[in-house]
């Protein structure tokens, strides 16, 4: 029991009890974290193996590139050499090196500078048969690319590009275009034209 409040009307001798109210306690229920745990535990665990099956490949290319050919299968970690190393740089890898970056870096910003441009057209701008130049754009991907290695090489050889970066770049990047501006125009569809409008406000 405990003692009730004093008021203006209340006899000082006289004193109201009250009952004592008992907290309610709330129930914490089923041991949630702990099913949590141990479910985050499995998770870990399995993206672990499947971490470990994916990287043995690679570990197993980089300590086969470290052993001769009589050592490679004897399963000893001992005889590592860079003999290999020093044969693929002394045969003109870095000249085949080269070519690869030059003419990767040149296709990737060709057809992205291409591809930004177009799907910005094909998002934003209306003109006569939109679609129909569209649809036939994406049609570049309907179709085997091997089946136009005969006709780019005759190509090729009438206008005098064949073994030069020029021909090797706009073949990457007649392959790489289509599907980019697929992609670009899909993801520029999802800003919303309010942006352009008010950049347009300010004077971007």
């Known amino acids: 029991m405990i003692q009730g409040p004093l008021t203006k009307d209340t006899d000082p001798a006289v004193v109201r009890l009250q009952p004592a109210v008992t907290p309610t306690v709330l ?49 000893r970690l001992l005889g590592l050499t860079l003999d290999n190393y020093a044969k693929i740089f002394s045969s003109g890898f870095r000249v085949f090196l080269f070519n690869s ?67 090797i770049i706009f073949s990457y990047s007649a392959i790489a275009i289509p599907f980019s501006v697929y992609l670009l125009v899909g993801y520029l569809e999802t800003i919303p034209r309010s942006l352009d409008e008010a950049a347009r406000l300010t004077g971007c």
């Open 27 to 75: 129930d914490s229920g089923p041991p949630y974290h702990r099913r949590a745990v141990i479910t985050d535990a499995l998770l870990l665990a399995t993206l672990a193996v499947v971490w470990l099956i994916m990287l043995y490949p690679a570990v197993w290319i980089f300590y086969g590139s470290l052993q001769a050919n009589e050592t490679l299968f004897s399963g």
């Open 101 to 167: 970056l030059v003419i990767s870096t040149a296709a990737v910003l060709l057809s992205t500078f291409v591809s930004v441009l177009a799907a910005y057209v094909f998002s934003r701008k209306p003109f006569p048969f939109r679609r129909l130049v569209f649809s036939s754009v994406l049609s570049g991907q309907l179709f085997p690319w091997i089946i136009l290695v005969t006709p780019l090489f005759i190509l090729f050889a009438r206008f005098g590009l064949l073994n030069s970066y020029v021909g």
